[in-house]
């Protein structure tokens, strides 16, 4: 264990020495300080057609105030997005290309077990992705409920669901990175990635559609690939009443956002799918010829 | 002689071609042993199966009386790989101190042996600097003083000289023999054979997967010691007289007032009686040269005629 937190203790070195920490923050500050300014000026033109029709003050709850909580809605999907290309391409050559540039063989001729490394690389990118995630859905959030004073319902579900979603691509990413080449990993993981995506997709328009097959597709893809039910259910916790009677009204004819609190069996689905990613990588790596 | 390398048959089948095949040699403590042969003998695959990296596909492989695969064993192991790639991004300093970590060495003993090493292979004041910023051959300083740095009792260098000037390559050679002197044994693969003769006690000549011999250098040319000689003239008493101490290879008569003789003797105490009788015979001694048995030769010949050579020592 003690071996696996000096690899995990390398990787956000790494993560910090290469920049790639820096450019994240600074990229990511530009776009949350552009997003919130266009949140900003939403605020005050709302503001601005309240007084106009004489209203003293709106509800945050209310439908009046569906703009800024569409607004805080796609503000997370953007986020959700941004931590899932994160997630896989920092995490893409996590093992692949040490062992690609000849840098793993004088790593593994020392005391350390092949499955504490990779139990280390997972948990040093899981830091690094989970802990960025988590500062930007903050900074996002905390910025709309300052602009704004609109504070999804329930926040802290909601962006846990996401870290879980973020945790669980890492974890496959790793897997990837011990079984294929760097590139390889990284078009096979955005393939999934995809695969998910398109089960909520699938089960949206069999939803709307009352299409039973599609309906099955969309259920396999999304055990398959769970991170866009994890999204889903997120936005179930980050919608008010009247954002999700609207929903419901429109029979879930949108797939970016769900009406349905997520199946718990689906989230402990997630983990335990990140579990065994990482367990299959450590298994799969011990036995690999360098 | 206990073995610090014992491989019995090994065997390493990569898609049903056998890259080594049925390798057998002993390293014992505290030798400096050479692994030579030329490219795709299976001498990279055959270290990497001496160190855990590369599972055999069959016989027994022990080192330091255990597996590579057990940490406890790798514990005690230097290696400098051939492809000395490390991460760029560290200084050297955090680099030997993220193997000494990795080692098992006390945060105490990383801070005072870090610049020990460093010292040793020529990098001292450097280590502040990142390693991207580094030469090749300062890399190549820097795996070798990674390699060294947990004080380990087997030190495999995979071509240690290959990126270094002609200083640098002197500077390797002093710290193997000094490895020797502390104990340590070295498994030295390397294509100088110049550097092998002046620093291993045995060598191991590999072809395609298989030890086509081993031993010291004495037993792999038989135990014959060339020496060349130089008279001013060769009478016939006196050459009956070499003859009768040693077998008269090959002379050469073409320069004026000199006579050029190629000698084989079975000992090296039979020099002095070579001296003697030169000197009893009455002619002029202008050279009587013991030379070292010529690794390249034996390479050479071994390479092209390998069904000739003798299995030497096999373990």
Known sequence: ?290 | MSATIETRELRKVYRGRAVVDGLSLTVGEGEVFGFLGPNGAGKSTTVKMLLGLVRPSGGEVRVLGGSPDDPGVRAQLGFLPEQFRFQTWMTGEEFLTFHGRLAGLAAAEVRTRVPEVLARVGLAGRGREALGGYSKGMLQRAGLAAAILARPRLVFLDEPTSALDPIGRVEVREIIEALRGEGVAVFLNSHLLAEVEQVCDRVAFVKAGRVLRQGTLRELTGGVVPVEVVVDTLSAELRAALARLAEVRHIDENVPGRAALELWVGREDILPALADAIHEHGARLYTLNPRRPDLETMFLDLMDHPASAPEVARA
């Open chain 1, 1 to 290: 264990m003690r071996k696996a937190l000096l690899i995990a203790e390398l990787s956000l070195r790494e993560a910090v020495r290469k920049r790639l920490v820096v450019v994240l923050l600074l990229l990511t500050a530009a776009f949350v300080g552009f997003y919130l300014y266009g949140v900003w000026r939403l605020e005050g033109t709302l503001a601005q057609r309240a007084i106009d029709a004489g209203l003293e003050s709106r509800s945050s709850t209310g439908a009046a105030n569906i703009p800024i909580m569409y607004a805080a809605l796609f503000g997370m999907y953007l986020v959700f997005f941004l931590g899932s290309l994160m997630a896989v391409l920092s995490t893409v050559g996590a093992v692949s290309a040490d062992v690609e540039n000849g840098v793993m063989q004088s790593v593994l001729a020392r005391p350390i077990r092949r499955a504490e490394l990779v139990a280390g690389r997972w948990l040093g990118f899981t830091l690094v992705n989970v802990g960025y995630v988590a500062l930007v859905s903050a900074a996002l959030l905390g910025g709309i409920a300052a602009l704004t004073g609109y504070v999804p319902p329930d926040a802290l579900p909601a962006v846990g669901l996401i870290l879980l979603a973020v945790a669980l691509l890492t974890a496959l990413t790793v897997l990837g990175s011990t079984l294929f080449t760097t590139l390889a990993n990284g078009i096979g993981v955005f393939v999934l990635y995809g695969a998910g995506f398109a089960g909520g997709i699938l089960t949206a328009i069999g939803s709307f559609s009352d299409s039973p097959t599609l309906l099955t597709l969309g259920r396999v893809a999304s055990v398959l690939m769970p991170t866009n039910s994890l999204w889903l259910g997120a936005t179930y916790h980050l919608q008010p009443e009247v954002l999700r009677q609207l929903g419901a009204a429109s029979r879930g004819a949108n797939p970016l956002f769900s009406t349905d609190p997520i199946a718990p069996g689906m989230v402990l689905w997630a983990a335990l799918y990140a579990a065994l990613a990482i367990g299959l990588a450590m298994w799969r790596f011990s036995r690999r010829d360098l």
